[in-house]
């Protein structure tokens, strides 16, 4: 049994059909990509997996049990957690208190040592030396391993990364890269929505390509980025290296 799955997804605006009978599965321990070009309908589906968005049809299983219509909060204690494009932190709080926000919902669990909780996760993501600074003073990269760490926190069993490449340097892509890589190496289940390709075809195990809210094709990234319908659709002319 998948760990996710996405079955016949739809989902209009008005007039627009933003995701068109989608389906994939995601089995445990994976770590998959999802590409397409821009309004390709990639963060609709994030949105309708994660109960901000229900779809016109469809449907969403996770561990085999029907989430569509759950509210956020309820599919976050289900194990699914993710980050958005537009980090959001808490700007005039410490990282320490910002990774303890997200905690707070699992108190009697962790005995209210949510403090030592928080550490783990900040050292998960390389913050920890950063732990008393205010979340504003941060540099980019280190505000999107903030918003990956306040994802951790509610301990998820499938992390769905939004864009968390997009605006990073090179070098902060590379030690993000290898961020992910240790959560992965873990046993984390990731999902990333993502533009760069290089970083997408170097993390992922598996390609699913969304164009004009379809599914166009899914595979390795050997096999994804040789397809004549993703060159066609999103990498232009030729492949890519």
Do not use: C, W
Not at 140 to 167: C, N, Q, S, V, Y
């Amino acid at each position: 049994m998948a760990l996710l799955e996405v079955k016949g997804l739809t989902k209009r605006f008005k007039g627009l059909v933003a995701v068109k009978d989608v389906s994939f599965t995601v089995n445990k321990g994976e770590l998959i990509g999802i590409i397409g070009p821009n309004g390709a309908g990639k963060t609709t589906i994030f949105n309708l997996i994660t109960g901000f968005l229900r779809p016109q049809n469809g449907a969403v299983f996770f561990k085999g049990e029907d989430i569509t219509n759950l509210k956020p909060y309820e599919i976050v204690n289900k194990g699914i957690s993710r980050t958005f494009q537009l980090i959001s932190p808490f700007p005039n709080m410490s990282v320490l208190e910002n990774v303890s926000v997200p905690l707070y919902g699992k108190r009697k669990k962790l005995g209210g040592n949510l403090e030592k909780r928080a550490l783990e996760v900040l050292n998960l993501v390389g913050l920890l030396h950063h732990k008393d600074k205010v979340a504003k003073s941060l540099p980019h990269g280190d505000l999107k391993k903030l918003e990956i760490a306040r994802a951790l926190a509610t301990e998820p069993e499938i992390l769905l990364l939004d864009e968390p490449f997009a605006g990073l340097s090179f070098d902060e892509m590379v030690v993000l890269m290898e961020v992910i890589k240790k959560l992965h190496e873990s046993g984390l289940t990731v999902v990333i929505v993502e533009h760069v390709m290089r970083v997408i075809m170097n993390l992922s195990e598996r390609v699913i390509v969304i164009s004009e809210g379809e599914k166009i094709a899914e595979g390795s990234p050997k096999e994804v980025v040789q397809d004549k319908k993703v060159v066609e659709a999103y990498l232009g002319v030729g492949t890519i290296a």
